[in-house]
């Protein structure tokens, strides 16, 4: 599923919510994820995995909207879960999610963020970025968000126009569809299992 499929998605979910602009919030809360997984980065060794996975779970969880997430990536399916298999995914997604970014942030080299542009979209804000290495290359990383609650959390990540939703819409939906949600649950669980495997740093 392409970006644009997966925006209209996400768009129709909070379709029935009439949000103002308000770039200061949405830029606020990329630029606090940023903040943090740079010192995360810089204090890598002394915390290590576990360390940089504690630190991060709380943040993540407060600057995602991972029910809205778990709606998208299980696609249709999402209609098909009870309430407690729902609770069930959605906390292991978080799980797998501090994980991920506890495994890919594990060292620091000078690098830095900067925040490029934030763009108006129907009931969201796209929130354009770069990481900026020491050698001049950058990484693109924009960030779709939507108004939850009294803030704005980010329900996808684009980096190098690769959208990590359509990414896990597509593994995560063939996975129910051939083995069912418990299937999925457990390679989740696994995957962050084998994180925690791999030698201390």
Request: charged share 25%.
């Amino acid at each position: 599923m392409c970006f644009i499929s997966v925006l209209t998605l996400a768009l129709a979910l909070f379709a029935t919510q009439p949000v103002p602009a308000a770039e200061a919030d949405s830029r606020a809360t990329v630029e606090k994820l940023h903040a943090v997984l740079i010192e995360t980065m810089q204090q890598s060794g002394v915390l290590g995995y576990k360390g940089r996975v504690e630190k991060l779970a709380p943040v993540l969880q407060e600057l995602f909207e991972f029910e809205a997430i778990a709606r998208l990536v299980t696609g249709r399916y999402w209609t098909t879960l009870n309430s407690a298999k729902r609770s069930e995914f959605i906390e292991v997604f978080k799980r797998l999610s501090a994980a991920t970014y506890a495994e890919n942030f594990d060292g620091f080299g000078g690098e830095h963020f900067e925040t490029r542009a934030v763009e108006d979209k129907k009931n969201a804000q796209l929130v354009k970025t770069a990481l900026v290495k020491t050698d001049g290359k950058e990484v693109s990383l924009n960030y779709l968000l939507v108004k939850s609650g009294e803030m704005w959390r980010i329900v996808n990540v684009v980096a190098e126009g690769v959208s990590d939703l359509s990414l896990k819409r597509a593994e995560y939906t063939a996975v129910i569809g051939s083995s069912g949600i418990d299937a999925l649950i457990a390679k989740l669980n696994a995957k962050v299992a084998s994180y925690a495997a791999t030698p201390a740093t």
